[in-house]
């Protein structure tokens, strides 16, 4: 596999960033890739915010008011990405996790932090990597991926998730 980089910034500060969390979003990141035999140099961005900033990009974007706990930008579409200048990379594109909302959720459902932002960073690639769960047949699809991905990261599987 080509040479992979996971860039993530953290811009909240409601929520203490756990060690090693940074490691989990890159193996969920690399086994993705892997799954799915995207054999290029690739570039991904992961980027926490607090509620209040994902609500405002939801709002922007999506043209819905409300908080929500991932956001995923593709570069491109149809298998068609922008690339690094510098590098010749595949920019695949941004993913964008709200930090409290992965708390909130993990709480919720009985799994932890890391788990939920794993599972959050899985969900928002396969959405870069051009999948989508418009419909049953998709929803299917796109759930048995995410456990798949679970297991190779080592993390239990969990089915708290209804999009």
Do not use: W
């Not at 980027?47 to 900033?53: A, Q, S």
């Amino acid at each position: 596999m080509d040479k992979i980089r996971v860039i993530i910034n953290n811009d909240q500060k409601e929520v203490r960033e756990p060690t090693g969390l940074r490691m989990l979003i890159r193996r969920a990141c690399i086994a993705a890739l892997r799954l799915e035999k995207f054999n290029r140099s690739t570039d991904v961005s992961v980027t926490f915010v607090d509620n209040e900033k994902i609500r405002e990009l939801n709002k922007k974007y999506r043209n819905i008011d409300s908080e929500t706990d991932v956001l995923s930008f593709p570069s491109g579409e149809n298998g068609e990405y922008s690339s690094n200048p510098d590098t010749g990379a595949t920019i695949l594109g941004d993913i964008i996790i709200s930090l409290p909302k992965a708390v909130e959720q993990a709480k919720n459902q009985g799994s932890t932090m890391p788990q939920e932002v794993a599972f959050l960073t899985i969900h928002a690639m396969l959405h870069l990597l051009g999948y989508d769960h418009e419909n049953t047949s998709d929803k299917i699809k796109m759930r048995v991926k995410e456990q798949t991905l679970l297991g190779q990261i080592g993390l239990l599987s969990f089915s708290g998730h209804d999009y």
